[in-house]
């Protein structure tokens, strides 16, 4: 069982989406969120558990019922509607400031010139942005409209590096691109690959204490073969071969 560990980086990470699409089940490219509430929604979700980022979400628009309104606000009671996020004094500039600019390049607030722009164009107007990196335009551009890009998060970097598609020390942003050199410019893989990998960081690979023995990926895993050996026969049988929905709900 040994040979999968020495697979090359590329063939381990085609490895891991091909056995993740099994374990996690292959998803729906329909976008989950509008663009709009992508972009600010993924802002505020910076070091914010989903419950307080959706809690801050729906309270930014209770309280001032459209981005008109949130655009118009003080700023400090923008800040105080979006309390339940890590940096509301932060944000709440910089959520004002990306609706200016969005409203007086386009008129509207929208995102979907982003549809027809080339990927590059569109990748660098968003990361232009005040706090919005390649992460939170890579969401935007593979989910709502299913350009080519790979968003990498703590969650994918931290499998990525422990199974062996990237190197110890390649970077999050560095991430980026070497694991889209690995896969096809396919939307639907990429989208895949993005949230299956999340969802195993979350839920499997956590940073303290991985779970490795239920673990899908023990097969090529570097980290697995450093910490219990070569997995064995009776080692792979015993593990689960799909999610098992009781063990939790699976977010983004
Ligand atoms: S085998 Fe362990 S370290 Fe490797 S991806 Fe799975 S949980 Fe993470």
Same mark, same amino acid.
């Given at each position: 069982m ?6 090359a ?11 993740l699409?099994e374990f ?5 490219? #329909?976008?989950?969120? $509008? ?14 558990t989903h &419950? ?5 979400y729906?309270r ?5 019922g459209? !981005? ?6 003080p700023?400090?009671?923008?800040a105080?509607?979006?309390r339940?996020?890590?940096?509301p004094d932060?944000? #709440?500039?910089?959520?004002q400031?990306?609706?200016? &600019?969005?409203? #007086?390049?386009?008129?509207?607030? $929208? ?5 027809? !722009? ?9 990361t ?16 709502? /409209?299913?350009?080519?890009?790979l968003?990498?998060?703590t ?13 110890p020390?390649?970077?999050v ?6 694991l889209?050199?690995?896969l ?14 999340y969802w ?5 690979c956590?940073f303290?204490?991985p779970d ?10 570097? /980290? /697995?073969?450093?910490h /219990?050996g070569?997995?064995?026969e ?7 071969t799909? !999610? ?9």
């Amino acid at each position: 069982m040994t040979d999968a560990y020495s697979l090359a980086p590329a063939d381990k990470t085609w490895q891991d989406h091909v056995i993740l699409n099994e374990f996690f089940g292959p998803l729906d490219p #329909a976008p989950r969120r $509008t663009p709009m509430r992508e972009l600010i929604s993924t802002l505020l979700s910076h070091r914010t558990t989903h &419950r307080d980022e959706e809690l801050a979400y729906d309270r930014m628009l209770e309280a001032f019922g459209d !981005w008109d309104g949130v655009l118009a606000a003080p700023t400090n009671a923008l800040a105080h509607a979006i309390r339940t996020t890590r940096w509301p004094d932060t944000q #709440a500039p910089r959520i004002q400031e990306i609706l200016r &600019r969005i409203k #007086a390049e386009q008129g509207a607030f $929208t995102l979907d010139f982003l549809a027809d !722009w080339p990927l590059e164009k569109g990748l660098a107007w968003l990361t232009d942005m005040p706090g919005i990196g390649l992460k939170t335009a890579s969401l935007v551009l593979l989910f709502n /409209y299913q350009k080519p890009v790979l968003p990498v998060d703590t969650h994918v970097h931290r499998v990525a590096q422990r199974v062996g598609m990237i190197g110890p020390k390649v970077s999050v942003e560095k991430a980026h691109q070497v694991l889209l050199s690995q896969l096809p410019p396919d939307a639907l893989v990429l989208l895949n690959f993005h949230k299956h990998n999340y969802w195993l960081g979350q839920h499997i690979c956590f940073f303290a204490k991985p779970d490795c023995p239920n673990c899908p990926l023990k097969g090529i895993c570097n /980290y /697995y073969l450093e910490h /219990y050996g070569p997995a064995t026969e009776e080692a792979l049988a015993a593990t689960p071969t799909q !999610w098992n929905v009781a063990r939790g709900e699976l977010q983004h």
